[in-house]
């Protein structure tokens, strides 16, 4: 990509420090540019060049991939073709031919809110104290009390070409002013540099928060209303774990949904006040923000003290309600044109006294969705403080939100992973064929809890992941209430569980005579009755999302092949492969399909291996412990060795929809053994 770095240096280290702080702009929101003289490198003629941040990126992390370069006279001149009649929404499509040089990102909708301003630095930024401002029913009033002659206020314009044109004819007719208030949107301002820029939209921004501050009333809200206040939080974060499975499967009745939990203050406190559901059937306003959140949340309307059974029932009625009304929205506002409906289903449920749930096809996503709420909560009680909340209209939200250029955004984006928006929980993942699983689970677009006896290994392997896409648990899978905690706690992190492997274990080998009793007792209380303690709080947690899921078990050659000094270890594993037929016919009715894997010898990576199981098989074969391996390998059909990724690649194919109709299927990994063909 041309250019000189210093100007672009400067633009990316602003918009790093403008979009690390919420209360400025949200996740993805807002954009900065300058304007900056580089040489053609073709002609080295030197062009005026409008940097700016390109469609879809995020100011706190941008780089110079992120920016879009376009040639800032071929941007101007497009005001020759709007005049001639083409439409606003038509001249995006020509903003690719006023690139400049090759690379970088996609010129957003935003870009001639940028170019049309004389100025060479722009921030347009989402602060929740100016949208305030913006959604209030006086906005334009308390714009000018607070800010006097040199901030502007322009009335709700969709972003795009025809607003940058408003801006430039207000910069023309006020030349000395700082920025614009956009009604419904946010901020923009300007400054001959770019230190100049960043203090105006630090100024305009803190001095719109002490306005807020001096002026506000202080219950914007209303009154707090009894019944709906916070549970202590003990109770409130089990109540949570309850319903977060029902909640969860309620969002993902479009597709398969992750599902992000808060019981921040803000949150808790907006819920118990009696403005709440007034202003929750508003919705949000800043078009960033129900992009999002969609038109408006699910709002839960029984009290903490109705039995739970009667508030499951309401909530799924509040659901198909939601999904209805949505639907008649569309229907009102679509025209031959419109893109096709998206779902029907909330991005936010808020229940009162517990919290908020917000969802996303991963983590991160459902995790953003929440704060962009936050936002919204937070703009909602200052402009209720000052003012009356009030934003665009209905129609207008439509028109954004099926707006064909969003629609344009959204086909631009990479298909999903193909477990995008699935919840794994993989017992025994902190070392060997477990953590392979949970790794490659995790590649394919899951959310995983990585279980294991091993609390810290498991710290480990979840840091590995990313700490928003895998949560670590300490687990005893003999133990039923450490089983049932860590499914609460997937519940509370990502709203529930819908794939599950069975992967926890450790073998030892010893001839019949020699087997002790402990011995046989410990490796029926890991694999048998640790696998059935796994798949009944599986199987309960995923009836209670009514999303259907897959049980996976990693069983054993040794289940089905009788070999030397083996009895507690098979035996234990054949338990596991016939609760995986038992399980797959009770579960199949609801959805639930259940099968397992028949992985062998796989030495090299395995936890189990690492024990001295590898010294006791060699030793029942008469080999050298290092020879195991390929020893393993040499009977096989294939003559090749099974690694961990290999058994994780099974649990990937079992999963993600390519068997979608197999159930009670045991799948052998090891290289090909013909005495361990199921027949």
């Known amino acids: 990509m041309p250019g000189t770095a210093s100007p672009l240096d400067e633009l990316l280290a602003r918009s790093h420090r403008l979009g690390a702080e919420k ?171 770019s230190d100049a820029c960043e203090a105006t939209s630090l100024e305009l921004i803190e001095a719109a928060e002490r306005f807020l501050a001096a002026r506000g009333s202080a219950e914007p809200f209303g009154s707090r209303v009894r019944g709906v206040e916070p549970l202590d939080t003990g109770i409130r974060r089990r109540e949570a774990a309850r319903l977060a499975p029902v909640v969860r499967g309620l969002g993902s009745t479009d597709r398969p949904m992750v599902a992000h939990f808060t019981d921040a203050p803000v949150v808790l406190e907006f819920l118990e006040r009696e403005h709440a559901p007034r202003l929750v059937a508003l919705g949000t306003s800043c078009p960033d923000h129900f992009l999002r959140t969609k038109v408006r949340p699910l709002l839960f309307d029984l009290l903490p003290t109705v039995p739970f059974a009667k508030r499951v029932e309401r909530l799924r009625a509040l659901h198909a309600e939601y999904r209805a009304d949505y639907a008649d929205y569309y229907a009102r506002h679509a025209g031959p044109s419109s893109p096709p409906m998206r779902g029907c289903d909330p991005a936010i449920v808020l229940v009162p006294g517990v919290g908020m749930w917000s969802f996303g096809l991963d983590a991160i996503e459902a995790k953003v969705t929440g704060e962009f709420y936050v936002n919204a909560i937070n703009v909602m009680r200052d402009a209720e403080s000052v003012s009356t909340y009030s934003p665009i209209p209905e129609d207008e939200k439509f028109r954004i939100e099926y707006w064909d250029l969003e629609e344009r955004k959204l086909r631009l984006k990479p298909s999903p992973p193909p477990l995008a928006g699935r919840v794994a929980l993989v017992t025994g993942a902190a070392s060997g064929i477990g953590r392979a699983i949970a790794e490659r689970l995790a590649d394919e677009g899951a959310s995983v809890v990585i279980a294991d006896l091993d609390g810290d290994a498991a710290e480990k392997v979840a840091s590995g992941l990313g700490p928003e896409r895998a949560l670590a648990v300490t687990t005893d899978v003999t133990s039923e209430a450490d089983v049932e905690a860590a499914f609460a706690a997937a519940a509370l992190r990502f709203g529930g569980v819908d794939l599950v492997v069975n992967n926890a274990g450790f073998a030892r080998s010893a001839a019949l005579v020699d087997t002790t009793v402990d011995d046989w007792d410990r490796l029926h209380a890991v694999l048998a009755r640790g696998a059935f303690l796994v798949s009944r709080a599986a199987a309960r947690a995923m009836q209670a999302s009514a999303m259907a ?6 069983v054993s050659k040794n289940a089905v092949v009788a070999g030397p000094s083996n009895i507690a270890y098979a035996a234990a594993k054949a338990d596991q492969a016939h609760q995986v037929r038992l399980l797959a016919a009770e579960l199949g009715p609801h959805g639930i399909r259940v099968n397992g894997v028949n992985p062998d010898g796989v030495v090299e990576g395995s936890g189990i291996f690492t024990s001295e199981w590898r010294e006791e098989r060699a030793a029942a074969y008469g080999i050298p412990p290092n020879e195991l391996g390929t020893y393993y390998a040499g009977r096989t059909l294939l003559g090749k060795e099974v690694l961990p990724t290999h058994v994780a690649d099974a649990v990937v194919a079992l999963t993600a929809g390519g068997l979608s109709r197999t159930t009670g299927l045991l799948v052998p990994v090891d290289g090909g053994v013909a005495t361990a063909f199921l027949r």
């Open 23 to 193: 209360r400025i702009t949200n996740y993805a929101g807002g954009n900065t540019s300058a304007k900056l003289t580089i040489a053609d490198a073709v002609t080295r003629a030197p062009t005026r060049v409008l940097a700016v941040k390109g469609s879809g990126g995020d100011l706190g992390t941008l780089t110079a991939a992120g920016l879009a370069l376009l040639d800032l006279g071929r941007v101007l001149a497009l005001e020759a073709v709007h005049a001639r009649g083409t439409h606003e929404d038509e001249l995006v499509a020509l903003y690719d031919a006023c690139r400049f040089g090759s690379g970088g990102a996609v010129p957003s909708i935003d870009t001639p809110l940028h170019a049309f301003v004389d100025l060479d630095h722009v921030d347009h930024l989402h602060p929740d104290a100016v949208i305030a401002f913006a959604t209030a029913t006086e906005g334009d009033r308390l714009v000018r009390e607070c800010y006097g002659d040199a901030v502007g206020w322009i009335p709700w314009r969709r972003p795009g070409f025809e607003l940058g044109l408003q801006l430039r004819d207000f910069r023309r007719a006020h030349p000395d002013s700082r920025g614009a208030v956009l009604g419904g949107h946010g901020l923009i301002c300007w400054g001959a540099t």
């Open 549 to 554: 899921g897959d049980i996976v078990y990693i």
